[in-house]
C-alpha cells in the first residue's frame, strides 16, 4: 500500500501505526503536481482534498487545484497502471439542496462564485473528468459522494460541527451554534463509510453513489446530545450568524447503495458519538 499526501491538513501520527509495516509505504507529495509510481498499482483512490470549511476557505487555491490538476493526475496514473479508480466527492455538490433528501439524479443548487465555490466546484469538476476517463478511456472509475462522516483521528481545530462541539464541551467552553440551529446534519460513523467505500471500489457502478447516514438531526439537537453526554459541563450554546451558502438540509437517499452495494450504515449515532468522544478525550 502507498499513500501521497503532503501534509497541507493531514499529520504523520494518523499512519504512525503503520509506517514500521514493511507493506506500508509513505509518499510525501502533492498530487496536484505529476507522479510516477514503480511497479503494479490495482486501484487509486483518490481523497486529497481540504474538506472542512476551515481549511478549504484558508486554502481556496489549492482547493481548486486538487479538484481539477489532483484528480487529472491520479486518473492519469490510474490509466497508465490499468487501475481501478476511486474519487472521494461529497454531498457538498448538492449545495444548498432544493430536493430533500438528496438523490445521486438531483444535479446540485451551487453559488460557484461563493465563499464555499473553491471546494464546491472542485468537487463537481472532479466528477466530471472522471465521467470523461471512464467514458472517453474506459478506465474503471467509481465515484463516492460521503456524506457528513465523523470518528476518531479528526481534528478537533478542524472546523466542521462535531469535532468543534466536542472540543468546548470537554474544554467547558460555549457550543457555538450557527443560525438557529434548525439546520440539519447527517452523521455517519467513519467504519460504516469504510465498508461502502470498500463495497463500492469493488462494484461494477461507475455513477455516482452517496454513502452516508439517513439519520437527519438538527444542529442544536445535536449540541444537546453532545451536552447530555459531559454529565456537570459547563457549556452552554452560544448563537452566531450563520455562514454564507450554508446548507439547510442535508440527509442522502441512500437507496442506490441499499440496492446495488448491499449497504447499510450500523452504527447509531450514540454509538459513534460515545466512541468518538472517548478520543478527544484522549488528546486534549
Not at 466527492?89 to 448538492?94: A, F, I, K, M, R
Not at 450554508?246 to 442506490?256: F, L, N, S
Request: glycine share 8%; charged share 25%.
Amino acid at each position: 500500500m502507498i499513500c501521497v499526501d503532503n501534509l497541507l491538513t493531514g499529520h504523520r501520527r494518523n499512519i504512525a501505526h503503520l509506517l514500521g509495516d514493511a507493506k506500508f509505504r509513505f509518499v510525501e507529495h502533492n498530487i496536484s503536481e505529476p507522479i510516477q509510481l514503480d511497479g503494479t498499482v490495482d486501484n487509486v483512490l483518490h481523497f486529497a482534498s481540504p474538506a472542512s470549511p476551515a481549511d478549504y476557505l484558508a486554502h481556496p487555491i489549492p482547493t481548486l487545484k486538487v479538484g481539477a490538476l489532483g484528480t487529472h493526475n491520479a486518473l492519469g496514473l490510474a490509466r497508465a497502471k490499468d487501475a481501478r479508480f476511486l474519487l472521494a466527492s461529497t454531498s457538498e455538490v448538492y449545495g444548498d439542496p432544493e430536493v430533500h433528501p438528496q438523490r445521486e439524479d438531483y444535479w446540485g443548487h451551487v453559488n460557484p462564485i461563493g465563499p464555499r465555490g473553491c471546494y464546491d466546484e472542485a468537487k463537481r469538476f472532479a466528477e466530471a473528468i472522471t465521467m470523461a476517463y471512464y467514458r472517453y478511456h474506459g478506465v474503471k472509475t467509481r465515484i463516492v459522494r460521503i456524506f457528513n462522516t465523523y470518528g476518531p483521528r479528526m481534528r478537533l481545530n478542524d472546523g466542521r460541527v462535531l469535532p468543534a462541539f466536542m472540543s468546548q464541551v470537554l474544554r467547558g467552553e460555549p457550543m457555538t451554534v450557527f443560525g438557529k440551529g434548525d439546520q440539519t446534519r447527517s452523521f455517519c460513523y467513519v467504519t460504516d463509510l469504510v465498508d461502502g467505500i470498500y463495497r463500492l471500489l469493488h462494484s461494477d457502478v461507475p455513477e455516482p453513489v452517496n454513502i452516508g447516514n439517513p439519520s437527519e438531526i438538527t444542529v442544536l439537537e445535536l449540541a444537546e446530545e453532545i451536552i447530555a453526554m459531559v454529565p456537570g459541563t459547563k457549556s452552554t450554546v452560544v448563537y452566531e450568524d450563520l455562514p454564507q451558502d450554508d446548507p439547510k438540509r442535508r440527509r442522502p437517499d441512500i437507496t442506490r447503495a441499499q440496492t446495488l452495494l448491499g449497504w447499510n450504515p450500523t452504527i447509531d449515532r450514540a454509538e459513534g458519538l460515545r466512541r468518538t468522544l472517548e478520543y478527544f478525550r484522549t488528546v486534549l
